[in-house]
Nanobody, 120 residues
Framework: QVQLVESGGGLVQPGGALRLSCEASGSFYSIDSMGWYRQAPGQQRELIAS???????YYVDSVKGRFTISRDSDESTVYLQMNSLKPEDTAVYYC??????????????WGRGTLVTVSS
């Protein structure tokens, strides 16, 4: 069983910064991509950043230049450094990983989410 555990959310003032972390634990063969989604009240969950095992990254336009995604050397932990935060960044942030429990197949896993509130 694979678990994704997020940490690092909280309340921050506009212009401030937060760093989210997500660690994958359990038994698995490898992890392909990892990423961060967010869901604001009344809105659909959206992908905001992802990183492959090879290090290729993707960012949604609204966070480009402000957020940075990275992975630990063991590739089981993903980070999201969020700078210059805006009130519209307020949302529940979810960690996602495409995990290969064995060599033969992969599955999507999700964390429980961590709340980020940007407000003065």
């Amino acid at each position: 069983q694979v678990q994704l555990v997020e940490s690092g959310g909280g309340l921050v003032q506009p212009g401030g910064a937060l760093r989210l972390s997500c660690e994958a634990s359990g038994s698995f063969y490898s992890i392909d991509s990892m990423g961060w989604y967010r869901q604001a009240p009344g809105q659909q969950r959206e992908l905001i950043a992802s990183i492959t095992s090879g290090g290729s990254t993707y960012y949604v336009d609204s966070v480009k230049g402000r957020f940075t995604i990275s992975r630990d050397s063991d590739e089981s932990t993903v980070y999201l450094q969020m700078n210059s935060l805006k009130p519209e960044d307020t949302a529940v942030y979810y960690c996602h990983a495409y995990v290969n429990p064995t060599y033969y197949y992969g599955m999507d896993y999700w964390g429980r989410g961590t709340l980020v509130t940007v407000s003065s």
